[in-house]
């Protein structure tokens, strides 16, 4: 067909097309099947439905978009191009996959405005999405009132045949069914297609009939290549049903308009290529030179501009009468989307003296949880499944569950995989939310994507993790973490906190409280079994990651270092070696990352290099300590699985006792 018999609705939809195209081809990489074949429902979503200003996208109201199948970010980025995002100009567009780019591979929230989440990993969007949802839920039910809807918006999802095998989807759907989020509505670009060829061979289940099963409304469009009616009509349907999430299966053609390639892997993840660029511009009558939109297509994509400042304006005055009528939940609702923390809130901080009896980390955690959740009514949180076991309900917070959404105690089931995803989405939902999640330290396995996307989509997520150590004891090795501390330092932007008693426990909450504003992750690892209180531990010297809490008069002869549980350890052979005449230095490195962040000079006074001989206890993995042991140094470690017995009995036989200290200790004197 000629350009000119296309309709202004054709014009759009082939604008997002030819722009994937065309910067696909100009990068030699990406994938352009997916915008090309999900570009209709895409038009009808973002022109008829989405609220959002292009001018301001941040603007708290607005609907969340999530492109879960994020290999297809040139369709998120030609839609915010078009409807006037200033975030993604042409030229953006043309360097897409570039260095520095605002378009790069895969969706990041932290480089491109407009982005909402990092995307990429399949099936990490939709459950991020599920959290954006609960976020709304949340706010909605605590700040509305009858008269003054202030929170009142949609996450919309577009996901794809790779989202729905993965299984931390499964476990976020699952969960959001449940709670009957009816502000969450996802498209399924079914087309039938992944990297390895039709899905077929390795996918054949009735995904509606699994959303029917998880309490989801579902609704099919058959006809997702050019039936733009149909797509409307379903997801009007979907916004009328309150009480349940929709799922919407849009049946679409993968590379819709190109005449070889279309329906086939061929189109899934790699460029068209000239020959067939040009036979697709054919075949869709778009006689338009690359990356040039149309004068027709891009006014009417750009009248979002004004329409999102039109709705902006009239949340704004919906916002002043509400601030007129009830000043104090105003100023609380002001304040969360600040980000900013009530002032003092860090008394609220438990302290403990020497004297106060031993008890885990665990329960000091629980204790700090519950002060702050006093102060901090932004807290919320949850576990999987182990709420008594990680000491983590927030006592008198209530459940959040369907009609309840006010309540601050988050039930994730036995889901760390999709739990991590979900609080992903409440941290990124940007509305001063501080979400907590918790489990058994070796589980972090099953949720590492999600923790590994907190780090690098800059998610202020809190991780509480217990039962942390061979000490565990009887449950044996499959839940007695090893190498897993290690692991987690591996991952940049990630903060490890490893407490060794009360003090050190209050402290990890500080810097976890405040990261979570500055939009980093925490990691808090806690003991099962009881420890003493330290006379040297300190609030304070958490911030700085290590910080000597046992001295002798002059250079010390040796440096013993701990952390968490080992800790005191480390304290009472240092006591024994000092009586015996020698000088001794306790450390605790209680977090590597904020350590690294002090000045030099601070970790020169602390670690000195002059004293070579330094022994590191720690029940874990040895690998990454050399960084702090040098060529002269040793460690008591555990570089086996575990075993099982009485947790006292398994720290005996792997040398974590005050006399295995003071034997290794004294080697390493001669």
């Excluded at 609030?539 to 002798?552: C, L, N, P």
């Excluded at 006074?605 to 690998?623: D, G, H, I, N, Q």
Aim: charged residues 20%; glycine residues 10%; contains cysteine.
């Amino acid at each position: 067909m000629a350009v000119a018999t296309q309709t202004l609705e054709e014009l759009c939809i082939n604008s997002i097309r030819f722009l994937a195209i065309d910067a696909v081809e100009k990068a030699k990489s990406g994938h352009p099947g997916l915008p090309m074949g999900a570009a209709p429902m895409a038009f009808v979503l973002w022109d008829r439905f989405m609220r959002f200003n292009p001018k301001n996208p941040k603007w708290f109201n607005r609907d969340r978009f999530v492109l879960s199948a994020g290999h297809g970010c040139m369709l998120q980025y030609a839609l915010l191009h078009l409807t006037g995002y200033d975030s993604v100009t042409i030229e953006d567009i043309k360097q897409f996959r570039q260095w520095e780019s605002k378009t790069p591979g895969h969706p990041e929230n932290f480089m491109t405005p407009g982005v909402e989440v990092t995307t990429g990993p399949l099936g990490q969007g939709i459950a991020n999405g599920v959290g954006l949802a609960m976020a709304e839920a949340h706010l909605a039910a605590k700040f509305n009132k009858p008269d003054a809807q202030i929170v009142d918006h949609y996450t919309y999802v577009i996901l794809g045949d790779g989202c729905n095998m993965e299984g931390v989807s499964g476990e976020a759907c699952s969960l959001a069914g449940h709670l009957g989020l009816g502000k969450l509505i996802a498209l399924y670009d079914d087309n039938h297609i992944s990297i390895d060829g039709s899905t077929d061979i390795s996918f054949t289940e009735d995904v509606s009939k699994r959303f029917e099963a998880y309490g989801w409304h579902v609704q099919h469009v058959q006809d997702g290549n050019t039936n733009l009616a149909e797509i409307e009509k379903a997801i009007a349907a979907a916004k009328a049903v309150t009480d349940k999430p929709s799922f919407i299966k849009v049946t679409t053609t993968i590379g819709y308009g190109s005449p070889n390639k279309a329906n086939s892997a061929g189109v899934h993840g790699a460029a068209l290529g000239g020959d067939e660029v040009k036979l697709t511009r054919e075949n869709l009558g778009w006689e338009h030179e690359p990356f040039v939109v149309p004068e027709d297509a891009k006014k009417h994509m750009g009248k979002a501009v004004e329409r999102g400042a039109s709705l902006e304006e009239e949340w704004n005055k919906t916002f002043a009468n509400y601030k007129a009528q009830y000043a104090q939940e105003a100023a609380e609702f002001e304040r969360y989307i600040s980000g900013k923390l009530p002032s003092g809130w860090e008394q609220a901080l438990p302290t403990y003296k020497v004297e106060d009896k031993a008890i885990a980390t665990r329960k000091t955690s629980e204790a700090t949880i519950n002060a702050l959740a006093k102060v901090l009514p932004e807290l919320i949180g949850g576990s999987a499944d182990l709420t008594h076991s990680n000491n983590t309900e927030i006592k008198g917070g209530g459940d959040f569950q369907k009609g309840q959404y006010q309540n601050r105690n988050l039930r994730f089931g036995v889901r760390e995989h999709g739990m991590g995803s979900i609080c992903n989405g409440i941290a990124l939902h940007n509305s001063g939310l501080i979400p907590y999640c918790a489990t058994f330290l070796v589980f972090t396995d099953y949720m590492r994507a999600a923790i590994r996307l907190s780090a690098l989509s800059q998610a202020g997520v809190i991780y509480v993790m217990t039962h942390d150590s061979v000490g565990l004891g009887e449950d044996g090795p499959t839940h007695q973490p090893v190498e897993t501390i290690a692991s987690l330092r591996a991952i940049p932007n990630l903060t490890v906190i490893r407490p060794a008693d009360g003090n050190e426990t209050s402290g990890a909450y500080k810097v976890a409280i405040e990261f979570a504003n500055q939009h980093r992750p925490t990691l808090l690892i806690f003991s099962r079994q009881n420890l003493p209180q330290l006379a040297g531990s300190s609030i304070e010297g958490v911030a700085k990651g290590g910080y000597t809490v046992f001295d002798s008069e002059g250079t010390p002869d040796i440096i013993l270092i701990g952390t968490g549980s080992e800790l005191h350890l480390c304290v009472q052979a240092a006591e024994k070696l000092s009586a015996e005449g020698k000088k001794v230095r306790v450390v605790s490195l209680v977090s590597w990352e904020l350590f690294e962040e002090q000045p030099e000079d601070y970790r020169e006074s602390v670690l000195p290099k002059s004293v070579t001989k330094r022994l590191a206890v720690e029940a874990a993995s040895s690998f990454g300590w050399c960084r702090y042991l040098g060529n002269e140094g040793a460690m008591i470690s555990v570089d086996r699985f575990g075993a099982s017995a009485p947790g006292p009995v398994i720290m005996e036989k792997f040398g974590y006792t005050v006399d295995n200290v003071l034997t290794r200790a004294k080697q390493l004197l001669g």
